[in-house]
Nanobody
Framework: QVHLVESGGGSVQTGGSLRLSCTAS?????????MGWFRQSPGKQREGIAD???????RYKQSLKGRFTISKDNSKNTLYLQMNNLRPEDTDTYYC???????????????????WGQGTQVTVSP
């Protein structure tokens, strides 16, 4: 059974930084998956942030590129999202996701991802 466990969320002030982690279960290596980060607030549509391909290439939502960086550590089977210069509008629940069926996936199409983490809350105060 696939498990994605996010961590690293918390409360910061405007301009602060956080690094989110998403550790995948051992039987689902991140090297074999397209992985992505998303965020969502209650009552709002889920927003794609970035994804990272099996070969390590990355894609970003244009408005977030430059402040957010997606990466992965294959040896730790972990996905990361480094978030800098945070703003109150970045307050959300952040989710990682994984595509395990060998198909294509991208941050702008969340339906492509087959497995999801439980989410981690990020709160940015003014």
């Amino acid at each position: 059974q696939v498990h994605l466990v996010e961590s690293g969320g918390g409360s910061v002030q405007t301009g602060g930084s956080l690094r989110l982690s998403c550790t995948a279960s051992e039987d689902t290596p991140v090297t074999d998956s397209v992985m992505g980060w998303f965020r969502q607030s209650p009552g709002k549509q889920r927003e794609g942030i970035a994804d990272i391909e099996r070969d390590g290439s990355t894609r970003y939502k244009q408005s977030l590129k430059g402040r957010f960086t997606i990466s992965k550590d294959n040896s730790k089977n972990t996905l990361y999202l480094q978030m800098n210069n945070l703003r109150p509008e970045d307050t959300d629940t952040y989710y990682c996701a994984e595509e395990l069926d060998g198909a294509a996936a991208a941050f702008y199409a969340d339906y492509m991802f087959t497995h999801w983490g439980q989410g981690t809350q990020v709160t940015v105060s003014p």
